[in-house]
C-alpha cells in the first residue's frame, strides 16, 4: 500500500494538518479563466451560473423524475430512501445508464473544466442524482468527501472535483449545500474507527468520519466567520474541491431541490486499497472497474438527442 498521506480514523482525538496536495494542478488553458482559478483555489469552490439553458434542464428534469419513477419501488443498496420515509434521496450510478445521464458525464462542458482543474485526462469515481423533498428533505452533516474516499475507498491524494449540476433553483431557505470558504486546505483527521459496511448507514446519515465541534469551529474562524451557501438558479453548477468541507440543513421549505452529481478523479489518481484495510465499498461508491479517461462529447449533445428521440 502507498504511504497514508492523510491518516484519519486512528485515534480517539481528531487533529488538524495541512494539506499535501495542490489545488489546482495544472496551469494549462482551459475553460475558467484566471479569476476564476483564484477563487477555487483560495475558496475550494466555484459556482457557475446558468452553465446549461433553460432547454437543457428541462431535458434534465424529465430523465430525472424518470430515474426517480423507475427506481421509487426498487429495494436495492444504490437507491437511497430518506431517514423514516419512502422518499428517495438518492440514485446512483447513474452515468452507466447507457443513455442520457452517461452523455451528461461526458458534456465537454464540464469535462474540460474538470480536466483542468486536475491537470490530467479524468474518469467518473462516481455520480448520483440527488433530491430533498419539500418539508421533509433532511439535513446532511458536514465532512468532507476526501476523508471517506480515502479511508474508505483508498483515494491517496487530493486530486478530484465535485461537479453538481442544478436542476431546480436553490434558495437559502430549501436546504442548500453550504461550505466552509478556505476548509480545502485543511485536512481534519476525525476520531474514531469505522464500522464494517459502513456505507449502509452512513448515506443516510453519516456518523464516522465526521470532523468534531472544535475543528469545525476552528475551520470557519480561519474563515473569517464566513459560511457560503450554493445558491443559485436551475442550470448553475457548482464546482467543489474533494476536500472542502460542506453539508446541508434540512428542507423545511415547500420548494424540493435536486441536482446531477458526478465526482471527476484524476486518471492519474485511481483509487486503491482503503487505508482503513477493510474491504472496498460498492462498486456503486467508489468506481474501480472498467477505469478509463472520458472522450468528451459536443456542448449540443443533449439537445440533439431530444431531437433525435
Known sequence: MNIDLYPSRVSNKATIK??????????????????????????????????FTDEEVELMIKELEKTMKDNQSRESADVIKEPGSNEIRSVFEIH?????????????????????????????????????????????YWHSDFETWHVEDGMQHMRAVSCSIILTDNYEFNGPLMLIPGSHKWYVSCAGTTPDNNFESSLQKQEAGTPDNESLSWLTEE????????????????FFECNTMHGSNGNLSPYPRSNVFFVFNSMENVIGKPYSGQDPRPEFLANREEVKPIQSVPSNSLTKRSIHH
Open 96 to 140: 452507466k445508464d447507457s443513455g442520457f445521464f452517461e452523455l451528461l458525464s461526458k458534456n465537454e462542458r464540464i469535462v474540460k473544466i474538470a480536466e483542468q482543474l486536475l491537470g490530467s485526462q479524468v474518469y467518473i469515481n462516481q455520480s448520483r442524482i440527488n433530491f430533498k423533498p419539500g418539508f421533509k428533505g433532511k439535513e446532511f
Open 223 to 238: 474563515a473569517g466567520g464566513r459560511i457560503d451557501r450554493a445558491t443559485g438558479p436551475a442550470g448553475s453548477v457548482l
Open 18 to 51: 495541512e494539506r499535501k496536495d495542490p489545488v489546482i494542478h495544472s496551469n494549462a488553458e482551459g475553460p475558467l479563466k484566471q479569476p476564476e482559478l483564484t477563487s477555487y483555489e483560495e475558496n475550494g469552490y466555484l459556482m457557475i451560473e446558468k452553465l
